[in-house]
């Protein structure tokens, strides 16, 4: 049942919960039994910068870095740190879950520069890969409660796919079972909108 | 996965972060007291210490800077109980004084010194590799490569410092540090002891003809450690009769054995992985160079390892060529990475990973087309962050004059200061630099200076910069943002919050009195949302010759939404009057806060506003009014 290799980053910006969601996956892998290495990459997260985790299974993921062209699923928090962080590391026929709804920067809400068209952004990560779900998942989240919840709604798109069993059996237990008791039920309910929302893919299939 | 440990508990794997690992390494291998000073990438291993103290009987403390706590972790070990010190990198600037002659005496109970360095300086302002500490004062240094590793390490390295009776240098770095991994999370319970002082002047008062002999000692000593770098079983060769050989240590090994497996080299290059790294062993060392034609050596920061290598074959007969970089095949400067890596190994072997070449162009011309249309994604203050109001007011101020004080900061969120719109700070180096260059500047240019340094820094560096401005006279504004925290670390206590480590109630020393006991020209309190009392204060101050301080204080605004969180209790928050609102654009031009942006023709204060009310006091058209109520 081990896996040789499978690479995923969870793209996005500060305050998101990226690390947490790459946490949830970690700990899906273990278990799992399987070797599992977490890395981060941040540029003064707290404060509105990117945040990348890189999480990585099996016997022949050692560093805690995503080789480049070898990442197997991008989980986008944010469109344009998703769209970068594929150009980078996605592997050709890699699967990217992207949250179209943006989170400006303090250039762009000042002013001083504006944000993509998320039509653009689209465009140029349907140019890279055919494997992509795009969903409004701020807005589900917005829906059933609170926008904290959007990670939780990705990792329901991602259960809903099956790229990996484990994703299908294990995910919805250890997102719901890791929540702070005051958001058990919040989480269960992005969860399942996002399982749901996950079926309706924006491209191709 | 479940396995036994010590007790006869039955354990599962858990996703550690490195930092927890070698926290829970250190209960595991007996450490009764533990201090450290907060640092990224470090400042996990106290707090997950401090977290279990009660539960393992560890003694844990933050203490007021790094020097400090080594000092006191030896006034433990030489009654006889293991003690750990962890710190980033700089850190271990400030313990090499106290260690520089400590060592000479050496231990009683173990004494562990971690440093957690920052290769590419993602949250330093250099990337100093401390692996030449170890060099400098003879004294073994371990280098994990993973955070069970770190684990395992942290575990065995009391036993090793006691044995060769120094304290050992364990060099951790982010990727290991703050890399998660599933690791155990079991550790002995070792009793409290009681500690007991045997006099011995001769290791312990350190005279200089004591010390001459006691360095002799410790030289000859290396021979020892040799031994224990040989039977630690930390070192691992792996000879398959190749012509070369690749040596790594840390998390450079990972990253070697990654892309062996992506180049299909596995099994077809020798490779030699060291754990212990100072000093290096002389025997496998040998072994390698002589049975190879060639030796690369891939480490993280400089070429500690490689200096040692080169040495040690200067005395061989056999010449293996040797790659690292000083021959310029491993790049200087910077972090390494799976693509470094293989770029080294492609250079000398010829070979390559197919798979980082894929599709290239395409993803080359996508890049260029994204970034076109892509903005910057900078880094500011938080929402209702005080030093935000700070700063805009010492901007406003500064603006106006016509020649402008220059600006010495410090270490700490504050540093944010120098981003747009305020761009304020000239000189930044390390903690508490920021009062003794401001001083040196208002000499030399005969006018006023600005040192702008937090509470935290204070309390760790600033006080003997402010002593001899006092002393040897400075004309200097020395302002103190005070946010009741050492905030760019995560918000751990300090000697002005009025608790520990540990989460007991310490005295409260607060920043005032500390400051009045050094005869300052002036001296303002004021509250760091009040722009006007701000206004007044720092004027003073630019018009009080001397030195003349003004604090500015306000809780961190993270804990504070924090805490409300925590507590389930409403922020209350501000709203821009669409009615009143002109656009005009100040609130994120000349002020600027994350949590208003422009909405077509009118500003919009979104939910990550936590109710400071500067932007209030800042808009020019009073058109931002408080909301009762407030989102959760």
């Known amino acids: ?205 | 996965m479940a396995t036994g440990n010590k007790t006869g508990q039955v354990t599962e794997k858990k996703l550690l972060l490195g930092n927890e690992a070698i926290a829970v390494g250190c209960i595991d291998g007996g450490v009764k007291f533990a201090a450290a000073y907060p640092g990224t990438p470090s400042s996990e291993i106290l707090q997950t210490i401090a977290a279990k103290s009660k539960q393992y009987d560890v003694v844990t403390e933050w203490s007021t800077n790094e020097m400090v706590a080594f000092e006191k972790a030896m006034g433990y070990s030489l009654c006889g109980m293991r003690s750990m010190v962890s710190m980033k990198h700089a850190g271990l600037n400030w313990v090499a004084d106290p260690f520089s002659v400590a060592y000479l005496g050496g231990v009683v109970g173990g004494v562990l010194v971690i440093t957690a360095d920052d290769p590419n300086c993602h949250s330093s302002a250099n990337e100093q590799d401390n692996r030449f500490y170890g060099l400098f004062f003879e004294t073994l240094v371990l280098e994990p490569s993973s955070p069970l590793e770190a684990k395992e390490m942290a575990k065995q390295s009391f036993a090793i410092s006691e044995e060769i009776e120094m304290p050992v240098i364990m060099r951790s770095v982010t990727r290991v540090s703050h890399a998660r991994s599933g690791v155990e999370d079991a550790a002995a319970y070792y009793p409290s002891l009681e500690g007991n002082f045997v006099p011995n002047r001769d290791r312990y008062w350190i005279s200089s003809d004591r010390s001459l002999r006691r360095h002799r000692l410790v030289h000859e000593r290396q021979a020892l450690m040799q031994e224990i770098g040989a039977r630690s079983g930390l070192n691992r060769y792996s000879n398959v009769d190749a012509d070369t050989c690749i040596i790594a240590s840390g998390v450079a090994w990972q990253y070697v054995s990654d892309v062996l497996d992506g180049t299909g080299l596995t099994g077809k290059v020798s490779t030699l992985k060291l754990g212990v790294v100072q000093p290096v062993n002389e025997d496998v060392i040998n072994r390698a160079l002589s049975e190879h034609d060639q030796v690369i050596i891939i480490e993280e920061g400089e070429p500690f390892v490689e200096l040692q290598v080169r040495a040690l074959s200067s005395k061989l007969e056999h010449h293996s060529h040797i790659y690292g970089r000083h021959d310029g095949a491993v790049p200087y400067c910077g972090e390494l990475t799976y693509e470094r890596v293989q770029d080294v190994l492609a250079q000398i072997l010829n070979i390559e990973d197919p798979v980082t070449s894929e599709n290239a162009e395409l993803r080359s011309s996508l890049k260029e087309e994204l970034d076109q249309i892509s903005p910057g994604r900078g880094m500011f203050y938080c929402a209702g962050c005080p030093h935000n109001a700070t700063s805009y007011v010492l901007s406003e101020i500064t603006r106006k004059m016509d020649k402008k004080p220059p600006i010495a900061g410090d270490i700490g969120c504050y540093v944010l200061a120098a981003m747009p719109p305020y761009n304020l700070g000239d000189v930044k180096y390390s903690m508490g630099a920021s009062i003794s260059v401001a001083s040196g500047l208002s000499e030399a240019l005969g006018r006023k200076a600005v040192a702008l340094i937090g509470d935290g820094t204070f309390y760790h560096a600033g006080m003997p910069g402010m002593l001899n401005a006092s002393y040897n006279g400075a004309n200097i504004v020395v302002l103190i943002v005070d946010n009741a925290t050492t905030g760019m670390t995560g918000g751990q206590p300090n000697p002005g919050t009025g608790s520990r480590a540990d989460g007991s109630p310490a005295r409260e020393i607060k920043l005032e009195d500390v400051v009045s006991t050094f005869k300052p020209d002036s001296l303002d309190v004021v509250d760091a949302y009040d722009l006007e009392a701000t206004r007044e204060a720092l004027s003073k101050a630019f018009d009080t010759p001397g030195v003349a301080v003004v604090i500015t204080r306000q809780r961190c605004a993270m804990e504070y939404v924090r805490d409300k969180r925590k507590m389930g209790e409403a922020i209350v928050q501000y709203r821009v009057d669409p009615e009143k609102c002109t656009a005009c654009m100040r609130c994120v031009r000349r002020f600027n806060c994350m949590a208003i942006s422009k909405e077509e023709d009118l500003m919009v204060i979104d939910d990550t506003c936590m109710g400071c009310g500067v932007c209030a006091l800042v808009c020019p058209s009073d058109a931002i009014e408080r909301v009762e109520g407030g989102s959760q």
């Open chain 1, 1 to 205: 049942m081990s896996l040789e290799e499978f690479n995923i980053i969870v793209a996005g910006v500060g305050g998101q919960g990226n690390i947490r969601a790459a946490r949830y996956l970690a700990e899906v892998a273990i278990k799992n039994r399987e070797e599992t290495i977490v890395g981060e990459t941040f540029g003064a997260s707290q404060r509105g910068g990117s945040v990348r985790s890189h999480v990585r299974f099996g016997v022949k993921a050692r560093s805690p870095l995503v080789p480049k062209n070898k990442c197997n699923l991008v989980l986008g928090l944010e469109p344009l740190e998703a769209v970068q962080c594929c150009l980078e590391y996605l592997a050709p026929n890699g699967l990217a879950i992207v949250n179209t709804s943006p989170v400006f920067s303090t250039e762009v809400k000042a002013g001083k520069a504006s944000y993509p068209q998320i039509e653009q952004l689209q465009s140029i990560l349907e140019r890279l890969t055919e494997n992509v779900i795009c969903l409004d998942a701020t807005a589900i989240a917005q829906e059933v409660g609170n926008t904290m919840a959007m990670n939780t709604v990705i990792l329901g798109a991602l259960s809903s796919t099956g790229i990996l069993p484990m994703f299908k059996d294990d995910l919805k237990q250890v997102v719901v079972g890791g929540s702070p008791k005051a958001f058990k039920s919040l989480n269960e309910k992005a969860f399942q909108r996002g399982l749901e929302s996950g079926r309706v893919v924006c491209s191709g299939q």
